[in-house]
């Protein structure tokens, strides 16, 4: 939280010419836009962070990092610090799990949740066809309400070509702005 309050007193980019360390868990390495980025978070908040090099932590980690040199930038609606340096961080400790914020789609839409990994029940995608896959962006959809969202898979992911579920399910991802959950698990599917 106190990170990402620098987005709103910087206008543009912005970036850290000194040491500042933030402390989290990696809550996100596969769906994410390319080797360098991860997402972590703590109990207050979560954020993208993109590495100079490809990323060398794994989801569980639990680390401090220095952003000195980082730049704060948004990038496709999420704040992220683009251009980290320390890739490795100091390991507080590794298998940390943490658990999915249970939201809605109106909560997604919001943004209030952006960057951390959240769970919405309940949620179907109105274009599985049989043959769309998870790739790119799909619509979500919740019986609940019109309210849509929208579902982002990268080509990193595992689950890219795997063709989408029909029915409703629970799905699992990292809450981004402009109405996005980046995926990173599906479960309960009921038909």
């Known amino acids: 939280a106190e990170l ?3 987005f ?3 206008e543009g980019n912005w970036y ?3 040491d500042y360390f933030i402390e989290g868990v990696v809550t996100s390495t596969d769906n994410v836009p390319s080797s360098k980025f991860i997402y972590i978070q703590d109990e207050t908040g979560g954020i993208m962070l993109g590495f100079i090099l490809n990323n060398l932590l794994t989801v569980g ?7 000195k040199n980082a730049t704060g930038e948004e990038v496709n609606g999420h704040k992220t610090m683009i ?7 100091k390991v507080i400790t590794r298998n940390v799990s943490v658990q999915p914020v249970e939201i809605s789609l109106e909560d997604l839409v919001k943004g209030t949740f952006a960057g951390q990994l959240v769970k ?4 179907f ?3 599985a066809d049989g043959s769309r896959v998870w790739e790119g962006s799909q619509v979500l959809s ?27 399910f629970t799905v699992t991802g990292i809450a981004g702005n402009w109405n996005h959950l980046h995926v990173t698990g599906l479960s309960a599917i009921h038909f």
């Open 83 to 89: 251009g980290v340096e320390d890739r490795l961080g």
């Open 16 to 18: 850290f010419s000194t």
């Open 4 to 6: 990402k309050a620098y």
């Open 142 to 168: 919740s019986n609940a309400n019109t309210r849509q969202a929208i579902a982002t898979t990268y080509n990193k992911a595992s689950f890219r070509q795997e063709i989408l579920p029909n029915g409703t």
């Open 125 to 127: 995608f109105p274009n």
């Open 61 to 67: 980690d639990k680390v401090q990092i220095n952003l």
């Open 120 to 123: 919405i029940k309940n949620v």
């Open 8 to 10: 709103t007193t910087h």
